[in-house]
């Protein structure tokens, strides 16, 4: 069994509080995605469960061992890191089998190994060539195959894609996904980028100044955020945030601002008790937009200028003057409209959320 | 590389270039040329009117059979070379490992001490050789060539730890932190990894001990007094001048042997020298 166990973990540097007493249960098998902006704590997280930095408070179990004190080479674990580190002095071959030298493997297993996991990475060709000759794809490919061949109970990912361009980071996201469904070894991959995170996690987990925000499936936090944080960090073009007040009128709940007059969905309605009269968040996510028809009621819709329009061939993506702010709606590529243009949006009502102004904790 | 017209390029580059090289390397030409010279070419005064500075069409070798027959001369350049290896080597081992603890190891005080260091390095010399010279009679190294062995890595061991410390600090900590995560301890992975990336600091560093301790001159002048003992450029000068006399040819055939060496040093490290000094590693 190769499960993570991180329970109240704190790092203090010198004045600096890292990481504010995180837990988190990873399960054996499971690919973990820790995301957040820089300085969140994600990347101090990981070097705590690689070993690489003490462990101010709390505990690190991997295989339900504690591994606070255990130096790195003890804790059966493969890292693989943003600048690949891949050592400039050895071929690719001994910079894979490395690892299988300093754990005494005999040479035969070793060259197997190697072998095997230069197939898979389909490196075999530059098995003798130094890393200076090899391009960005190629040393992460190595970086991988170094990992792989120790066959390690964890995987630690630090931002391996983001020293590669934007194709080659696609097509690497796919083989690192396609590479956990075949050897389905529990990891823990850190990125900035929501993107890697949503594809790649079976689990993502929102950081944010050390602290988790939420930990969920990709779509469970794409459709039900816990916070403004989550919601506008899942999701490109990220979420439409409106500040309103909220107003009962006769049956029905309404957030209002002196653009918009909303109606709150029923579901919703229901927890809004301590809120009326209060202000509230209310975010709607861009592809939740329409441009607005005779069909749509007047209670689920407002009005928007249009400020620029990016034709992107499947949809358009409508940068908006609205709701007291800036907007975006991503709308049908057969939409026809001019900056500056008056429009009406639709809402499609399922896709409303709201959040406590002061908590900013979602209703 | 300057771009543009052919005169641009001789005004510019090549002109200047051509001058600088001349600069640089007269004074061996100089050395070369007297050391070929007899004696009668050599002491004729300027205003005669056969007198030729730059050629000579009488080449002798007597300077040279004066050098290694009349003096100590290969026993001076055995005695430079052992002092400058083993102090070299000293001085190494202890920058390598000292810088490597101060660029690498987040212990307190970690900085001050780099610094601190560094400062004794700017401790002239002609200071430091009063107390030194006490100290190497206190336990009777005077004349031997320990002395300047024990002497020199004061003034080394602080220019390797300053010149290693800059260095490994340019080396990706990250590829010490995969070493350790596969399977090194802290000695494997300085030994395995760390140390061979770092070779042309290393080198780099080891050449200019190397040099340093070879061209010394004030420790070995005060430290050593007896022929047999003593060091090319003391040695040279001497058992060279005497009083007010300048065995010029002699002279300059030991400046010319006593350069060969640090020369052939040189061009053999030269790529990795400059890497060294100028480069840093990419993972």
């Given at each position: 069994m190769s499960n993570v166990t991180i329970r109240h973990v704190h790092k203090h540097y010198a004045d600096f509080h890292a990481v504010k007493g995180i837990s988190l249960e990873i399960k054996d098998k499971e690919f973990v995605v820790l995301v957040g902006p820089s300085g969140c704590g994600k990347t101090t997280t990981l070097r705590m469960v690689a070993g690489l930095e003490t462990i101010t408070e709390g505990d690190i179990m991997i295989g339900n061992k504690i591994v606070n004190e255990l130096p790195p080479m003890d804790r059966d674990i493969a890292m693989v890191f943003q600048n690949y580190?891949?050592?400039?002095?050895?071929t690719i071959y001994d910079n894979m089998a490395f690892g299988l030298k300093m754990r005494k493997f005999d040479k035969a297993e070793i060259a197997k190994r190697v072998n095997n996991a230069a197939d898979i990475l389909d490196i075999k060709e530059h098995?003798?060539?130094?890393?200076?000759?090899?391009s960005g794809g190629q040393r992460q490919r190595v970086a991988l195959g170094r990992a792989i061949?120790?066959?390690?109970?964890v995987f630690l990912f630090d931002e391996?894609?983001?020293?590669?361009d934007a194709k080659l980071r696609v097509q690497m996201r796919v083989e690192l996904k396609k590479l956990h469904q075949r050897l389905a070894t529990t990891s823990i991959y850190v990125t900035h980028d929501q993107v890697e995170a949503m594809t790649l996690g079976d689990r993502v987990v929102v950081m944010k100044d050390g602290l988790i925000q939420q930990v969920g499936e990709p779509l469970e936090l794409y459709n039900n955020p816990a916070n403004k944080y989550v919601a506008g960090f899942i999701g490109s073009p990220a979420m439409n945030f409106a500040e309103t007040v909220i107003e009962q009128v006769g049956n029905a709940v309404y957030a209002t601002n002196p653009t918009m007059k909303i109606r709150v969905p029923e579901q919703i309605a229901a927890r809004m008790g301590p809120h009326k009269g209060k202000p509230a968040t209310l975010g709607i996510r861009p592809e939740d937009l329409h441009m607005a028809t005779g069909a749509d009621p007047e209670e689920l819709s407002f009005d928007a200028v249009v400020e620029v329009a990016e034709q992107l061939g499947s949809e358009i993506i409508l940068d908006l003057k609205a709701g007291g702010g800036a907007m975006v709606a991503s709308v049908e590529p057969t939409v026809k409209v001019k900056p500056q243009q008056k429009i009406r949006l639709g809402i499609n009502p399922r896709g409303l959320r709201f959040f406590d102004a002061a908590t900013e904790a979602a209703i | 590389m300057i771009e543009g017209a052919i005169w641009r390029r001789w005004v510019f580059f090549r002109l200047p270039m051509a001058i600088f090289l001349i600069f640089l390397l007269f004074p061996f030409y100089w050395m070369i040329i007297t050391t070929f010279r007899p004696d009668g070419e050599l002491y004729i005064p300027w205003y005669r009117a056969n007198y030729k500075p730059f050629w000579t069409w009488n080449p002798t070798t007597a300077h040279l059979k004066y050098l290694f027959g009349e003096t100590t001369f290969a026993i001076w350049m055995w005695n430079t070379t052992f002092i400058a290896v083993v102090a070299t080597a000293i001085s190494l081992f202890c920058g390598v490992l000292a810088g490597y603890a101060l660029s690498r190891?987040?212990?307190?005080?970690a900085a001050l001490l780099g610094t601190t260091i560094f400062v004794t390095y700017l401790v002239p010399q002609t200071l430091l050789f009063i107390p030194l010279s006490e100290i190497i009679r206190a336990y009777s190294l005077?004349?031997?060539?320990w002395s300047l062995i024990l002497s020199y890595p004061t003034f080394l061991i602080p220019f390797c730890t300053w010149l290693m410390m800059g260095y490994f600090k340019s080396v990706p900590k990250e590829l010490e932190e995969c070493a350790r995560i596969d399977g090194a301890t802290r000695w494997q992975a300085m030994l395995y990894i760390i140390i061979p990336v770092a070779v042309p600091g290393i080198l780099s560093a080891m050449i200019f001990a190397f040099t340093l301790s070879w061209n010394e001159f004030i420790y070995a002048l005060v430290f050593l007094s007896s022929p047999e003992q003593k060091t090319v450029p003391v040695g040279v000068i001497s058992e060279l001048v005497r009083g007010d006399v300048f065995f010029w040819g002699p002279l300059m055939a030991g400046a010319l042997f006593g350069s060969i060496p640090v020369a052939i040093a040189y061009s053999f490290f030269v790529e990795q020298y400059v890497s060294g000094v100028t480069g840093s590693v990419k993972g």
């Open positions: 580190a891949l050592y400039p002095h050895m098995l003798s060539r130094k890393p200076r000759m090899l061949v120790r066959n390690p109970k391996p894609l983001s020293n590669l | 190891l987040n212990f307190r005080g005077g004349d031997t060539p």
